[in-house]
């Protein structure tokens, strides 16, 4: 409601005063805020947390207090991730898994579930970017780049939806990008941005279809951070200067500038957002 709109509506004649009771500014709400996003008793899956950005995310989330099961294609890696997590006291499983393939995605879900017997977050970060492929990309690698990042994270969404449904409640966190709300500026990758921009409207999408079931679906867009994906750009002198020229901060983020997000969007901290995508990306997208 916009402000002072209440004083210009006419009051309800015969109302009764016994009929109901208005709540107070601050009842029912934790007064702790810091209490919000914390995420002891959560469990939660991270995809594509081999590496980069979805292994900065379970570390987050593992830290906040969730159980977590880490997935992607790489198990030695996740082995690696798992026994460290292991060392600070979370709770950790892996799980191989190729979110391209149905019965893998399955598998992963039902992994989770078993381990704690429910699934309250999703964070889909598994993802590839195309290599330069001459001046206009291939057919074959424009649809396998879908395929990887927009299909398999719908396959994912689709899986932990589903147990979030039964449950009544839980919150996916979608992966997307600056170049999925603005064209790209380096390199041809018409592959990439299509499938960011598709992740940005799914998110919408799968928002709108189980909001009112408990379940939201929010997304993350950073710019650019260091990842293996970004390696390329940002180890090179060149590359960091495209980047810091572009970009309003002056400077590419560090990994830990996205922690805040992320753990707005998985806890409860963000209880009344869905559908939304959190740009962070150092004024990029507001050029």
Known sequence: MLPGLWKRLP???????????????????????????????????????????????????SAAGAAVVIAARRLERLEELADELRSAGAEVDTVRCDVTVDSEVEGLIRSAVEMTGHLDILVGAAGIAPPEDGPIESAQLFRRVLEVNITG??????????VMLERGGGSIVNVASISGLVAGDGPDTPSYTASK???????????????????????????????????????????????????????????????????????????????????????????
């Open 153 to 162: 994270l719908y396959l994912c969404a689709r899986s932990a939806g589903a």
């Open 11 to 61: 009051a309800r004649r015969n109302a009764n005063p016994g009929a109901a009771r208005v709540m107070s500014v601050t009842e029912g709400l934790n007064l702790d805020p810091t209490e919000a996003f914390r995420l002891h008793g959560r469990t939660a899956v991270i995809t594509g947390a081999s590496s980069g950005l979805g292994a900065r995310f379970a570390r987050v989330l």
């Open 197 to 287: 921009g598709a992740v940005v409207n799914l998110t919408r999408e799968l928002a709108v279809r189980w909001a009112r079931r408990g379940v939201r679906v929010n997304a993350l867009a950073p710019g650019w951070f260091p990842t293996e994906m970004t390696a390329d750009t940002l180890d090179s002198e060149e590359g960091r200067r495209f980047v810091a020229e572009r970009t309003p901060m002056g400077r590419p983020g560090r990994l830990e500038e996205l922690d805040g997000a992320l753990l707005d969007l998985a806890s409860d901290a963000s209880s009344y957002v869905t559908g939304q995508t959190l740009v962070v990306d150092g004024g990029w997208t507001a050029r």
